[in-house]
């Protein structure tokens, strides 16, 4: 489903929040429609050091501020250091720390969701001492009964890469609330009503040992920040297009036929098994749930959201990447405004017919019950 796509943010429209640091990625951003009609995102802001060595250390930003923006340039001898790249340095005992951090900005668009007013001059949502000293990074917000909630993956030495929660009334002043989601659990995304007296969370936990691809996972709580009743969704299959790595992408949108997902999956477009030859394809595909009942998969598509902008098809690390992660409903009721980073540098928009998408989706019922009958056993006479 190839549809046009409006190139809204880039580096050079950001300035950076230290002298230290550059701006090399404006990326994933989370959406809402404000209670004025205007839709904000939230664009996560890279910022690398100028700097990354000299002849004697090896350098890496940290936040040190409790509540105001305080950054910190942590220095580590050579000789503590078994490699490095620009992006991190990796230490003698694997561990390792980065060259560069994220923080969020604030960009006020027109009703219409396709047009910039206004960007924050300074970051609006970054790291504290006390929460995310290392960055945080790809948010997403929907609005739950009346209050604005946002999950994103908070980055510090102590609990590495994780998910946090925060509130807000305005979109504008947040109120954390810390870890909900621990280690290497990412893509949070929360429904943004109760189901059957729950709230309940897509996210995409990983680790280094697994006997399946990354997938998605969900979740419930009583209240937004204790979850539990964990369970995993099987979406897809090793012959579908979009096996690989998924996750999930844009938070729910609520439809007559169900839930919709907008998530995102890896797949390598090459055969060959050689890790270094390998290109790797980052994608959107829908998934439609039950209301009722959401861990229950209705109907699936290919990939409807694909990497075909000049900047999005420019490689990247061996990477062509489209990363939807915002989604607004359009003012016409009947169109999806979809939010994505490209290429791990830019901010695009797409404007997609809910229509289209809908017929782009496969119903999976009748082939589950098509493999339950052949798998049902024979009565004893």
């Known amino acids: ?53 000299d002849k004697k250390y090896f350098y890496s930003p940290r936040m040190v501020g409790e509540k105001d923006y305080e950054i910190k340039i942590d220095k580590f001898p050579r000789e503590e250091v078994a490699t490095n790249s620009e992006f991190d340095i990796i230490f003698h005992d694997s561990t390792k720390r980065l060259t560069f951090i994220s923080h969020l900005r604030r960009v006020v668009m027109d009703e219409s969701g396709l047009n910039i007013l206004s960007i924050d001059k300074k970051p609006t949502f970054y790291g504290i001492s006390s929460d995310s000293e290392l960055g945080v990074e ?9 209050k604005y909630v ?30 909900i989601f621990g280690e290497q659990d990412k893509d949070v995304v929360l429904f943004p009503e109760k189901i059957k007296g729950w709230y309940i969370a897509f996210d995409r936990p990983e680790g280094n040992f697994q006997f399946t691809p990354p997938h998605i996972w969900i979740a419930q709580s009583d209240d937004l920040l204790c ?5 995993s969704i099987s979406i897809s299959k090793k012959e579908d297009k979009d ?19 907008i998530y995102h999956s890896v797949r390598s477009e090459d055969n060959t098994q050689k890790e270094e030859d390998k290109l790797y394809i980052y994608s959107g595909s829908a998934a439609l749930f039950d209301l009722k009942n959401p861990i229950k998969l209705l109907a699936k598509s ?42 791990d540098v830019v901010t695009s928009v797409r404007k997609i017919s809910m229509e289209k998408i809908m017929d782009a989706l496969k119903e999976v019922n009748k082939n589950n019950k098509k493999e339950k009958s052949k798998s049902k056993p024979k009565k004893k006479k």
């Open 302 to 343: 290919e990939p409807i959201i694909l990497p075909d902008q000049e900047y999005e098809l420019e490689l990247y690390q061996k990477k062509r990447v489209v990363f939807p992660t915002g989604i607004v409903v359009d003012k016409n009721g009947k169109d999806l405004l979809i939010y994505s980073g490209g290429r």
């Open 150 to 179: 946002m999950t994103y993956v908070s980055l510090s030495r102590k609990e590495n890469i994780s998910t946090s929660i925060a509130f807000s009334d305005d979109l504008i002043n947040w109120e954390r609330k810390g870890i």
């Open 1 to 53: 489903m190839k549809k046009g796509a409006k190139l809204l943010i880039t580096p050079e429209m950001i300035k950076p929040s230290s002298k230290e640091l550059e701006v090399i990625g404006t990326i994933n951003p989370a959406a809402a429609r404000g209670r004025d009609g205007k839709v904000i995102l939230y664009v996560r802001v890279i910022e690398r050091l100028k700097v990354l060595e």
């Open 243 to 261: 096996y690989g790595r998924i996750g999930p992408g844009c938070p729910p949108v609520k439809t007559n036929k169900g839930w919709l997902l």
């Open 138 to 146: 790809d948010p997403r917000i929907v609005e739950i009964e009346g």
């Open 227 to 231: 979850w539990g009743k964990l369970k």
